[in-house]
């Protein structure tokens, strides 16, 4: 049953993107100070499976890169433990909803979201059904896959279908109104 707030759900990627990418704290450190007061109010969270991703994310970036260096981002992570939800929670059990996503070929597409040859658990349809569970909105950075019977609907096709809203990083800034500016 959706909630009587709206918050927000967020995908692995935004998250790389927010710490590494595009708005690191070195550059822009606002970006993750009003982040951080998301989190701790609850209004951003993420599936456990976000966590695993990450912590995946850490090993391969240590393997290329050849560093035993602490990962900056999983660390952040790690301190906000609490805003990655379990989805065998009672009051968060997302996980039927999940499964229903991860066996179902959306119309137009001819495979499903997740690839099941892939040895590790992919997050995706993990954020999609706790965003629907709660009636909240998907952060993503995929763009649209047009439907094709060869190919896999992306993030955004998958919570169309389902009526979840998808919207960017950037989207979700100005929902938040947050303007930076520089104090130079």
Not at 50 to 59: A, I, P, Q
Request: proline share 8%.
């Amino acid at each position: 049953m959706p909630e009587l707030f709206q918050g927000y759900c967020i995908d692995t990627a935004p998250l790389i993107d927010l710490y590494r990418r595009k708005y690191p704290p070195d550059i822009f450190p606002g970006v993750l100070i009003e982040i951080e007061t998301l989190v701790k109010e609850g209004v951003l969270v993420a599936p456990r499976q976000v966590l695993r991703e990450l912590e995946d994310y850490e090993e391969r970036k240590k393997r290329e890169e050849q560093t035993e260096e602490p990962d900056k981002l999983l660390e952040w992570a790690k301190r906000h433990k609490k805003m990655f939800i379990n989805p065998d929670e009672s009051e968060n059990n997302y996980m039927g909803i999940a499964t229903q996503i991860i066996n179902e070929i959306i119309p137009g597409y001819g495979k499903t979201l997740v690839d099941e040859e892939k040895e590790k658990e992919d997050a995706d349809p993990f954020v999609i059904a706790l965003a629907k569970l709660r009636g909240w909105v998907v952060i993503n950075s995929e763009s649209s896959n047009p439907p094709n019977l060869n190919a896999r609907p992306k993030i955004p096709d998958v919570c169309a279908y389902h009526k979840v809203e998808c919207i960017d990083l950037l989207e979700f800034f100005r929902r938040q109104k947050w303007v930076f500016r520089h104090q130079g």
